[in-house]
Every structure is written in C-alpha cells, then in structure tokens.
C-alpha cells in the first residue's frame, strides 16, 4: 500500500507544478532580493532639507516665533529588483526627532516631505508626503518614524538599481531654507 501512494503524491505533486506552468516559476525567479544581493540604490538625508523649523503662522517667520524643530535621523531602504522587467520597488524608512518648548498643550503637526529618485545628478521622480507628529501635554521630545511602503522606478537598461539613490527631506519654505542657513545648520 506504502509503494502506490508514493508514485501518486509524486505524480499529483507533478501535475500541480506543470499545471501552474512557467509563470510561477518566472515569477518566483524574476525577483531578488536586493537586500541580500547589494541591488537596492542606497538612501540619503539631502542635508539642506533635513531640519525643519515651524514658525508660528500668527507671528510670522521670526526665529524667535519657532514653535517646533523636527530633524531626520536616520533613513533605511529595502527593495525588490525584478531582472525580467528592470523595475524596482523599494521601502523606505525614515527616523525622526522633533523637539519643542516644555510645558505645552497636546498637539498634532502635519509635516512635509519628500522622497526622490535620482540617478547621475538628475531628478527622476519627486513624490510629496506627510507625517503626523505628536506631543503630548507637556512633552518637549517625540521620536518617531514614517515608512514609504513602495516606491518603484525603472531601471535604463545600461544601469544597475545601485546606480540610482534615493533622497528624502523636508519640504521647506523660503523662509525656512534662509533660517537654517542663518542657525549655520548644514552647509549651503
């Protein structure tokens, strides 16, 4: 009894595979995992957008009006590179620290920013977001974090996706650029 049912869940288990036919097998096959194979552009803070210093919108652009101040720590990247279609699509994680007076109310701050994809010097694709910062009552520090689950982009055929890099910042005003500047916060 044990020699005839090995020959049918061998040929059940072959009939499955050649019935689901090649496109699983290409699509199985067409991705690698760049985080393993050192495929994934790599990922950046664009210094000169990296702090973001809120002014109080009644008071205007006065640096002494700044009600917060949020910088970007930290950025990682994974991806997916599939070598049939020359595409990638990443994730990219960005660490945040913001920090404000003591003592104040619970708030919530809706802050811009920017992913881009560049490759020789050259903007590909900028796409804007936000991320939501959180105070609490009386908290002057929030570490967090905010994830782009999937940003993709196509690969020239002459190029490898390390070739490209991704960069993130602030979406800063010219208001906000200048102070930075004065605060000697990055080098122009």
Do not use: W
């Not at 994809?117 to 570490?143: C, N, R, W």
């Amino acid at each position: 009894m044990k020699s005839r049912l090995i020959p049918i869940v061998t040929a059940s288990a072959l009939a499955l595979v050649s019935l689901s036919g090649c496109e699983t097998y290409d699509s199985i096959t067409s991705y690698i995992s760049s985080s393993s194979a050192g495929q994934c552009p790599d990922a950046a803070i664009l210094a000169g957008t990296s702090i973001l210093p809120a002014f109080d919108a009644a008071a205007g652009d006065d640096p002494s009006n700044v009600v917060y101040t949020i910088s970007m720590t930290n950025v990682t990247t994974r991806c997916d590179f599939s070598k049939r279609d020359k595409t990638v699509d990443a994730r990219v994680r960005i660490y945040v620290h913001a920090t404000r007076p003591p003592g104040g109310v619970a708030a919530d701050y809706r802050v811009p920013y920017y992913l881009a994809v560049t490759t020789g010097g050259d903007i590909l694709d900028k796409k804007l977001y936000s991320l939501t910062i959180h105070f609490p009552e009386a908290g002057a520090i929030e570490d967090t974090d905010v994830t782009v689950d999937s940003t993709e982009f196509q690969v020239d055929k002459a190029k490898q996706p390390y070739d490209y890099h991704l960069l993130v910042g602030f979406q800063l005003t010219k208001a906000q650029v200048e102070y930075n500047k004065k605060m000697g916060r990055y080098e122009p």
